[in-house]
């Protein structure tokens, strides 16, 4: 195969900048009603451990938990449980696109 140094112009394309119009983020109706369905029940006693995950209206991603200590190993190690599980069940559901027989279905279904 031989090589004739032949030069072949380069022609870009010529993209149009895409603009996004920015909207005020709307209030998820199924976020609002998992929260109120759980802080009943933990305004009720049922409830001794929670952590959250969330991701803000500007996007930023963070999470917390309550409360901050427990009183004795056999608490904090059911927490850390909880939370471990939650991890696995939800990277399950992204994985396979559903979501675990066992996750909240709402308090119409509690």
Not at 20 to 35: C, F, N, R, S
Not at 61 to 83: C, D, F, L, R
């Amino acid at each position: 195969m031989s090589n004739d140094n032949t030069i072949v112009p380069f022609k870009p394309k010529l993209v149009e900048p895409v603009t996004h119009e920015v909207t005020e983020p709307a209030a998820d109706a199924d976020v609002i009603k998992m929260l109120e369905f759980y802080l009943e029940k933990a305004r009720t006693g049922k409830i001794t451990f929670a952590a959250i995950a969330f991701i803000d209206e500007a996007g930023a991603a963070t999470s917390t938990w309550a409360p901050e200590s427990y009183p004795n190993e056999q608490a904090t190690t059911k927490a850390i449980g909880a939370v471990a599980y939650l991890n696995a069940r939800f990277m399950n559901s992204v994985v396979n696109c559903e979501r675990a027989a066992d996750d909240w279905e709402g308090p119409e279904k509690a």
